[in-house]
């Protein structure tokens, strides 16, 4: 396990000089082994036929400071950008879109560009791992930890964005139409950039304590509930859209999805649709059977690539946008006014903490995947570097006009799948994700995608949040205090998921006191946010709540009770008792022609006692 560029300790290696550098660059470029190497890249991309051959052989694994070929850190570090671009993508489309900002569409191209390129950015932060002068602390975990858009975000913007709709924060037409709203936008952006000053002071406090007082208990619940509040968006655009066309009203504007005017325009919920979303489905099922190993980690983007060729072949897709985008764009070609919403700060501060806790679950599995240590000083280093990286990319992304980032977890198994841990591979794939920002025609098409299409994806993408939380539930011990607090949690979090408005009548205050109505404008979205709600109440009830003697014990199961009676009869069968059924058994002895005469009773214990045995 070589992490030797992170010592805790002082470095007493020779220092590279810059002529060292150099050459080794040189080589890397001019030689075939730094160019290609003896890498067997066809493992990459060979399918899981049923009819071909199957090679039982691993590939070699590349550690953290491995030397390995360019063109393979390339390959595998666009391998590494593509298993991300969805998660990237998908959190700017929905909120600058119907159900969140209703931006149009040349302000949803640059949040899209801008989200690639501050990915790449940020990412590069966590990978590199830099050492806070005179401390003995670090910005970053010196792995292949990258990150993108956080999903957590998206259930707080729609329910805020709704209720600045409905307080007149944001614009509305005399015919109810929203209109859109940058400053709503800019209002969120400013609001989680101070709430991310939680994150980073917490980063400054001992893991051992960060577990304790946010154990899996608490994140565990609360990550569950944001995947199935986002399965509901998910879900709505397969049909055809989240928008106004979602009530099937007979006339008007949204009588259609998107709108009246668009091409291929249908009524929400037609077969036409969910038949586009299907295509995206079963592509990632199949990718997933029959795949190589670099199909199977972007088995995502692969059923949006076979979605949207079936879109394009039967005119669903807009191309106007894309020829109106311009060629490249950067990070503040387009600026919004940051504020502070109050409202939505004790959603957001859920959301940081969320995040965190996510991010040291992801370093660990990243740590362990990478084969390096997962306990010890260097490990909560790690920890502490990678928690801080994520505060702080919060606070950058909100200056960089995108909503906060997380750690992702799926390039765990990019690593896993592909045996490279290098931290050059994350590098290619910052470089990639920047080039894809860039140019802004590629997410030009991305904005363009038809929302079935985007549907299918995101769809997958949700419900794999919501299975991660389920992960993480599983590995509490269900004993009767934890099942108190998750139930509890629970039962008010999915009930406000499920009835989003169901405390919106609660306060009737209709003054002019703005301080007072945003008050109880934060209550209601808090109870309103079922995955806020059940944080908040779990972080209580862990609190509050004593662990009881009879946690610590055994739970006393039927099996268990019966053990002893079932031992007992077992020793009668085998001593004194005879079943036809065991020919060959005579008083402790079988015979078998190969071994000889053996005693059943030769002080080895059988496996029916084993069985009974464990469930003492």
Not at 39 to 60: E, G, I, Q, S, T
Not at 141 to 166: E, H, R
Not at 287 to 309: D, H, N, Q, W, Y
Request: proline fraction near 5%; glycine fraction near 10%.
């Amino acid at each position: 396990m070589d992490d030797s560029p992170d010592r805790i300790g002082p470095n007493v290696d020779r220092k590279r000089t810059f002529l060292d550098k150099c050459k080794r660059l040189g080589r890397a470029f001019t030689t075939r082994d730094g160019l290609i190497g003896d890498y067997d890249y066809a493992f990459l991309f060979k399918p899981n036929l049923p009819f071909m051959h199957k090679v039982r052989r691993a590939a070699p694994f590349f550690g953290l400071n491995d030397s390995m070929p360019v063109l393979l850190a390339l390959l595998l570090g666009f391998q590494h950008a593509l298993s991300m671009l969805a998660g990237v993508i998908t959190p700017p489309i929905i909120i600058a879109g119907q159900g969140g900002a209703n931006l149009g569409g040349s302000d949803a191209q640059y949040l899209v560009s801008t989200s690639l390129i501050v990915c790449g950015i940020l990412s590069s932060v966590q990978i590199t791992r830099f050492h806070i002068y005179k401390t003995p602390y670090y910005v970053g975990t010196g792995l292949i930890s990258v990150v993108g858009t956080s999903f957590a975000i998206i259930p707080v913007s729609t329910g805020a964005f709704k209720q600045m709709y409905a307080t007149g924060f944001c614009p509305t037409a005399a015919d109810g139409t929203q209109l859109p709203c940058p400053e709503g936008y800019g209002a969120l952006l400013g609001t989680a950039c101070c709430c991310a000053l939680l994150e980073i002071l917490l980063s400054f406090t001992s893991p051992k304590y960060l577990k304790k007082f946010f154990p899996p208990l608490i994140t565990g619940p609360t990550v569950t509930l944001i995947g199935v509040s986002l399965i509901e968006s998910g879900f709505q655009d397969w049909a055809g859209g989240s928008g106004g066309c979602i009530a099937r009203p007979d006339t008007g504007l949204f009588s259609v999805c998107p709108q009246l005017g668009a091409p291929h325009a249908l009524p929400w919920g037609s077969a036409e649709f969910v038949g586009l979303g299907f295509s995206v489905f079963i592509t990632i099922i199949i990718c997933e059977r029959f795949g190589s190993p670099i199909m199977k980690s972007c088995a995502v983007v692969l059923g949006l690539l076979t979605g949207c060729i079936i879109a394009g072949a039967t005119g669903y897709f807009d191309r106007s946008g894309i020829d109106a985008a311009p060629a490249v764009s950067f990070i503040w070609v387009k600026t919004f006014p940051l504020s502070v919403y109050g409202p939505i700060v004790l959603p957001l501060l859920a959301v940081y903490i969320v995040l965190m806790m996510e991010a040291i679950g992801d370093i660990s599995a990243t740590c362990d995947v990478s084969r390096l240590e997962v306990e010890g000083a260097l490990f909560d280093s790690r920890i502490q570097g990678g928690v801080l990286a994520d505060g702080f990319n919060g606070l950058l992304a909100g200056l960089c006009t995108i909503t906060p980032m997380s750690t992702f977890a799926q390039n765990n198994g990019v690593i896993a799948l592909t045996r490279c841990a290098n931290r050059k591979a994350g590098y290619a794939a910052c470089f990639f994700l920047i080039i894809m920002g860039i140019f802004s025609k590629f997410a030009a098409a991305l904005v363009a995608i038809p929302s079935p299409v985007l549907g299918g994806m995101t769809t997958f993408l949700f419900s794999a949040v919501a299975v991660s939380g389920i992960r993480i539930i599983s590995t509490v011990p269900f004993t009767r205090r934890n099942r108190f607090i998750l139930t509890a949690a629970l039962s008010i979090g999915i009930g406000a998921t499920l009835v989003p408005n169901w405390f919106s009548f609660v306060f009737t205050y209709t003054g002019d006191n703005q301080a007072k109505q945003g008050f109880f404008n934060a209550i209601t979205l808090v109870l309103e946010t079922g995955f806020a709600v059940t944080a908040f109440l779990a972080i209580i009830l862990n609190l509050i709540l004593e662990e009881e003697i009879e946690d610590e014990a055994a739970e006393i199961t039927a099996d268990v009770a019966d053990a002893a009676d079932d031992r007992d009869e077992w020793k009668q069968i085998r001593h004194g008792s005879h079943i036809p059924e065991m020919d060959g058994i005579e008083r402790g002895h079988q015979k078998n022609p190969e071994m000889g005469e053996k005693s059943v009773d030769d002080g080895k214990t059988s496996d029916e006692e084993q069985m009974i045995g464990s469930k003492v």
